[in-house]
């Protein structure tokens, strides 16, 4: 058909330029991303009604002070080990019972020690790992900041040396004994070797 232009043959003659996707095309589209935008509004939105107990609230802050003794370095509120949970389900019944946090952690000390706690204690022994690592860092930093210092002193005797250079007479006496020095040691090039 040679009078006939075919939908392909307009964008090959037009370009890209002149092809324009039909209106359906466009709506859906445009559905998807306000509908889109309209439920991660909602979804973000969407928060607790109501206020978390009290009482759950200082499970969760106390959680995040015990560690549980069988994951070193983890606290009992992020660990999923058994012992975990059920430290967690004694936490809670303990502050329900009126328990203080200061009992509860003592509690759980009489059982597993003092390393159960993730904080140590701040009094005896234990306050010299409060106290250590600020004095060791004001340390180091004193240490750096001489040694920076004491590296980026003149040197006094490369100072004393650039102020009494060589006239040209003693640097002229200076390279000659130089000179006299390696005739003797050394054999010049043009000299055959002894032999």
Known sequence: ????????????????????????????????????????????????????????????????TIMCPVCPGESIDQSQNALAVQMRGIVADKLAEGWTEKQVQDFFVERYGPSVLLEPPRSGVDLMAWIIPPVGIVIAGAMLFLMLKWMTKPDAEFDDAAEGSLSDDERSQYFERIEAVLDNEVPRRDEAPPG
């Open 1 to 64: 058909m040679p009078g006939h232009i075919g939908k392909y043959e307009t964008v090959r003659t037009l370009g890209w330029a002149g092809f324009k996707p039909a209106r359906h095309v466009r709506l859906p589209i445009w559905i998807t991303i306000t509908s889109s935008v309209l439920f991660l509004a909602i979804a973000c939105s969407g928060g607790v009604d109501g206020e978390v107990p009290e009482i759950e609230s200082r499970a969760l802050q106390l959680n995040k």
